[in-house]
């Protein structure tokens, strides 16, 4: 289900939605941030300095004992030990990792979290990142990839809710001017100074190998999340094989630097119709809603259910629903919101994109829909029977893993929003964001 509203940034319930979506708005109401049939219950606008760097950074030393302990795909996790072997564990001994998080907003109702290694063992954070705030707008600020700031809800979002942010500044990557490498040295966002890879976390390969030698990371990709809904409560940075398993719906940049393959595509949402990566400018937004199956053979993470103008397409290549303009900002900011409602979740984009100027682009799915359901959709056991329920087996040097009832019946998986780079092993980048909003039902 998919709505696309051209040359304003009007919003319109998505046509064909279940019944309880159908009723009718409430009268339009001129207060800041009112939404027809929805009440604000939360609003973030920024206008009081906020720094994180009154908040001391702590040793995190992952494990059972660890308030960001999950589950096996953690930065310490059994999954890495499979598929790395012993040398997973060397690896992993060469840096400590420091996290801070601090609660801020009215009844401390969004919460910072923060996380950077130590690699040079001098008891700091390397290249730490920051997040402050001033005249009206929040600065995330990320100048190592591995490192991560991400800005989520402090508490469980309720059975229905809209929420959304305002992005007044981006600078995760993409070209600028035409260009993947800036006049500046940077290359995709990222700094030229020293190697950037992935380690020590990977789906596989030599774990053995020094750093310098796992897949460049600049070469790759960098991006952001400007929206999405995680499956845990405590949602913080991690590696990046992590998060692509705790997602039910994200929008989210995947800047990836001069490529030329089949994996990922463009939606020209002006002609309906499906466009090589190199046709777009590497600022595209993926609203992918997860679902069940796995994505990948080696490496957890579910499968995408990708809604654009140009139809829809369960798996495959990665498609871009739009593609933004950041030279525009902030005089033309964009707006993200996600919702639940009546059974379904909604992703919604507003602003300024390419191919048809200023629109607001809607797309929602039923929890269920054709067999497909939307990952960890259940925020209470009796809203699901179990019949999703599945085995994760992993092989590697460090043996067989079975990561068992993976969606079992009497489950339940919180809503929890989170904007901004969770990857600790990816992406590196500034951005600046306002006016995040909680609505419920009216």
Not at 110 to 131: C, K, N, Q, V
Not at 321 to 348: I, Q, S
Request: hydrophobic share 35%.
């Amino acid at each position: 289900m998919r709505k696309l509203v051209r040359g304003a940034v009007a919003l319109a319930l998505p046509m064909l939605m279940p019944a309880a979506l159908t009723a009718a708005p409430a009268k339009a109401d001129a207060r800041p941030g009112a939404r027809d049939g929805w009440s604000l219950v939360a609003a973030e606008p920024f206008d009081r300095p906020l720094d994180g760097a009154k908040v001391p950074w702590k040793p995190d030393g992952d494990g059972p004992s660890s308030p960001y302990n999950v589950d096996i795909y953690d930065n310490d996790g059994a999954y890495f030990d499979t598929v790395g072997g012993p040398a997973f564990r060397e690896q992993l001994a060469k840096m400590k990792t420091y996290r801070k998080s601090f609660a801020f907003g009215k009844r401390g109702w969004l919460t910072a979290e923060l996380a950077a290694r130590d690699a040079d063992g001098d008891g700091r954070p390397d290249a730490a990142p920051s997040l402050t705030s001033g005249k009206g707008v929040a600065k995330l600020d990320e100048p190592g990839h591995q490192a991560g700031v991400v800005i989520r809800s402090t508490r469980d979002l309720p059975a229905e809710y809209r929420v959304e942010m305002t992005l007044r500044g981006l600078d995760f990557g993409g070209q600028r001017n035409g260009l993947w490498d800036y006049p500046d040295g940077r290359v995709n966002g990222y700094s030229p100074e020293g190697c950037k890879t992935n380690f020590p976390w990977a789906s596989g390969g030599d774990y053995s190998r020094p750093e310098c030698e796992w897949a460049d990371v600049r070469t790759d990709s960098n991006g952001f999340y400007y929206m999405s809904i995680m499956d845990y409560r405590q949602v913080a940075p991690h590696n990046n094989v992590f998060v692509h398993g705790h997602r039910k719906v994200a929008m989210d940049g995947y800047n990836r630097y001069k490529y030329t393959g089949s994996g990922l595509l463009y939606c020209n949402p002006a002609t309906g119709e499906y466009e090589p990566y190199p046709a777009g400018t590497g600022n595209g937004v993926n609203a992918i809603f997860m679902t069940d199956d796995r994505r990948y053979p080696t490496m957890p993470g579910t499968e995408y259910l990708m809604e654009s103008e140009c139809g829809f397409r369960k798996g495959g290549a990665i498609v871009s629903t739009v593609d933004l303009k950041p030279e525009l900002l902030p005089k033309e900011p964009y707006t993200f919101a996600v919702e639940r409602r009546g059974g379904a979740y909604t992703m919604e984009m507003s602003g300024v994109f390419a191919h048809v100027g200023r629109a607001t682009f809607r797309y929602t799915r039923p929890f269920v829909e054709d067999g497909e359901p939307i990952w960890h959709y259940n925020q209470k056991p009796d809203e699901y029977d179990g019949r999703f329920n599945a085995d994760w087996t992993w092989e590697g040097p460090g043996g067989t893993l079975v990561d068992h009832d993976t969606w079992p019946a009497g489950s339940a998986y919180p809503d929890r929003f989170m904007i901004g780079d969770p990857h600790m092993n990816f992406y590196e980048g500034k951005a600046q964001v306002d006016d995040i909003r909680l609505y419920v039902p009216e």
